[in-house]
């Protein structure tokens, strides 16, 4: 049987076939994670402590608790108050963010607004892929402190 279909009905369909997918486990990558936290599909992966979970389809299912994260030496650290651009990323490496802060919630989004990370905890830490990440910036209403550090 061959079925032809318009572009705007591809379209309309995409959201559903992806909903498909994250409930049969068929999309995303990384570390199942718990609730708590969530970082993005993509090229973050996030590898979470207790209490975090993922925006990916097929970890936002995933509830069991995970290891703490081992993490390397610092590679740079930021801190500030209340919401702000922090800057590009490009690392050719994994790295771990390590946060802190004194009134969750607490979020990363790229450039593009895509959500990096969202946490209603007051500390953390997620592995981050390797790559590139333009314009980083904070979302959070107190003082949070963020730590780079190499991935173990």
């Known amino acids: 049987m061959h079925i032809t279909a318009s572009r705007s009905n591809a379209r309309k369909a995409l959201p559903f076939v992806l909903a498909a997918a994250a409930i049969a486990g068929g999309c995303g990558a990384g570390s199942p994670a718990a609730p708590g936290t969530t970082a993005a599909a ?73 959500l990096l990370l969202s946490s209603d905890r007051r500390s953390g830490a997620i592995r981050l892929a390797r790559g590139e990440y333009r314009r980083l910036r904070i979302a959070t209403n107190g003082r949070w402190t963020i730590q780079l550090r190499a991935a173990a």
Do not use: C, D
């Open 42 to 114: 993509g090229r973050p992966q996030a590898a979470v402590q207790p209490g975090v979970t993922s925006a990916s389809p097929s970890q936002a299912a995933a509830v069991a608790p995970q290891p703490v994260i081992a993490s390397g030496p610092l590679v740079t650290m930021f801190s500030g108050a209340r919401s702000q651009e922090i800057g590009s990323l490009s690392e050719h490496r994994a790295l771990v963010i390590r946060w802190k802060v004194a009134q969750p919630p607490f979020q990363i989004y790229t450039s593009h607004g895509n």
